[in-house]
């Protein structure tokens, strides 16, 4: 028996180890070559995407693409308070100005009625991360974002593998993006992508990446980028992934069932939705919620599944709650959901290899500590 359960685990084998001897007997380990361009199609081509654009990672995937539809000072940008900082950090540095919207308390994905009623006359975009494995109703958000003239950023980090009614999540909006962080379903190690439509976004977001450097002679630049390249053995690994992604798409499916099978008497404990509005989470990390009564609050439990060999992470703290952030946030603006589902919320392992001794293990834990 192992001694402790580790959150989440990357699954990565002999196809993976190939894949890179073949990039480094190739010679190619930059980004130039044929690996990185291998794995941009593969993955826009998985999605339904026509364009790739591969980057360092998720965050660099956000804040290209919020560069490239230049949004700047003067604009707004609606985004959920329930998310990671990764989705403020560019429409914040660019000089526009964040709208926080609150949560669902059971998806804690953002609604799109609280959406719709942020927009404004100064709303350029809208980003909407999909929480822990689960969308909102994209399909709307898009006739939203078309009805009023504004962009729909999707980040699908959470919810590659996913489906809204028949399309797959990253093809939603002008411009989607992936992390490939090892938590992911593909992982690169580190790693990020941008899929689009638009041909000549996808310009403007390939100059983004690789410092912005003019079409004609070397080294002009007519505006500023970043660094953002991914490397080819970083594309090799994830061209292996995405092989074998279907695979564990469908063992986080059944992990998320054996949990909820484990945990489901527990009544202090308010589990992940399963099936929302005919999509099934495909949990890309099982979180739930302690109920108030349970007299222990997330983080007390967290500690002590940590003494019985058991990994949890807390739920994200809300953006509207970041120190550095304040200055850009109502103070008289309040998210109850967003509050209560950070402070009561945990997710534990959730890796795809995973055994049936692991999780019983983990229900286990659970069990004792919020006894
Ligand atoms: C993981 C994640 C990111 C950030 O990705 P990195 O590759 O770690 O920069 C952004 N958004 C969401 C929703 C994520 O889950």
């Keep these: 028996m192992r001694d402790f359960i580790p959150v989440s685990e990357p699954d990565i084998g002999e196809p993976e180890r190939q894949a890179v001897l073949r990039c480094l007997e190739a010679g190619w380990i930059s980004s130039e070559g044929p690996f990185v361009r291998e794995f941009e199609e593969a993955v826009a081509s998985w999605v339904g995407r026509r364009f790739g654009v591969a980057v360092s990672s998720g965050t660099a995937a956000l804040d290209i693409s919020v560069a490239a539809l230049d949004i700047g000072p ?3 940008v609606i985004i959920p308070t329930f998310t990671i900082i990764s989705c403020v950090q560019q429409v914040i540095r660019s000089g526009a100005k964040p ?4 949560c669902d308390p059971d ?3 953002a609604r799109v009625e609280d959406i719709a009623a942020s927009i404004s006359p100064r709303t350029r975009a809208i980003i909407i991360p999909h929480i822990y494995g689960l969308t909102t109703d994209v399909e709307a958000l898009e006739r939203l974002a078309r009805e009023n003239g504004i962009h729909l ?29 090892p938590n992911k379903l593909i992982t690169t190690g580190e790693g990020g992508m941008v899929l689009t439509d638009d041909e000549e976004l996808t310009k403007r977001l390939r100059r983004l990446r690789n410092l912005a450097f003019a079409e004609g002679p070397r080294f002009r630049h007519d505006e500023l980028g970043w660094n953002y390249r991914m ?5 090799a690994i994830g061209s292996a992934q995405l092989d074998s992604a279907e695979d564990r798409l469908i ?8 949990y909820r099978e484990l945990l489901g008497d527990i009544e202090c404990l308010q589990l992940p939705v399963d099936n929302w509005r005919g999509q099934e989470n495909v949990y890309w990390v099982f979180g ?26 807390p739920f994200f703290y809300p953006l509207h709650k970041q120190v550095a952030l304040q200055e850009f946030c109502d103070p008289d603006a309040t998210f109850p959901n967003a509050e ?27 069990r004792e500590v919020l006894s």
């Design 74 to 76: 003067g604009d707004e």
């Design 99 to 102: 709208i926080f919207v609150d």
């Design 107 to 109: 998806t804690w994905n």
């Design 153 to 181: 950023i999707e980040d699908a980090a959470e919810a590659l593998g996913q489906e809204w009614r028949g399309r797959r999540c990253g093809s939603f909006g002008i411009v989607s993006t992936l992390s490939f962080y």
């Design 231 to 235: 490397g080819s053995l970083q594309a």
């Design 251 to 258: 063992r986080k499916r059944s992990i998320g069932q054996r």
């Design 288 to 313: 739930f919620l302690i109920n108030r009564d349970a007299g222990i609050n997330a983080q007390s439990a967290s500690e002590a599944l940590r003494a019985h060999g058991v990994d949890s992470r």
């Design 340 to 366: 209560r589902v950070a402070e009561r919320g945990l997710y534990v392992p959730s890796g795809p290899n995973l055994t049936e001794q692991d999780l019983v293990r983990v229900a286990d834990a659970i």
